[in-house]
């Protein structure tokens, strides 16, 4: 069972930054996986925010999220990063990692715990 753990989240003024990490715990390999990011809003349904291929060739981003936030990863440190810039209220939520077997991300095989962002003066 591949098991992934976030970190990074927390509370940031409109126009900050964060950095969130997603790290693969145990034996998981995390190149074998796609990997992306959601969010789920209070009352609203989760949705995608960046995606990443396995080797870190492709990327993908919600328009909402395109040119403030950049999904990366380092394999050899079995951890997907997502650096979120120019942060605004609308960017809270509840982010989660999420491993795929098959890029583009249609169905997630492993989803990680998810990490608290909130984004208010």
């Known amino acids: 069972q591949a098991q992934f753990v976030e970190s990074g989240g927390g509370f940031v003024q409109p126009g900050g930054s964060l950095r969130l990490s997603c790290a693969a715990s145990g034996h998981t390999v995390v190149d074998y996986y796609a990997m992306g990011w959601f969010r789920q809003a209070p009352a609203k349904e989760r949705e995608f925010v960046a995606g990443i291929t396995g080797s870190g060739g492709v990327t993908h981003y919600a328009n909402s999220v395109r040119a403030r936030f950049t999904i990366s990863r380092d394999n050899a440190k079995n951890t997907v990063y997502l650096q979120m810039n120019s942060l605004k209220p609308e960017d809270t939520a509840v982010y989660y990692c999420?491993?795929?077997?098959?890029?583009?991300?249609?169905?997630?095989?492993?989803w990680g715990q998810g990490t608290q962002v909130t984004v208010s003066s």
């Open positions: 999420a491993a795929a077997l098959v890029y583009p991300i249609v169905s997630v095989n492993y």
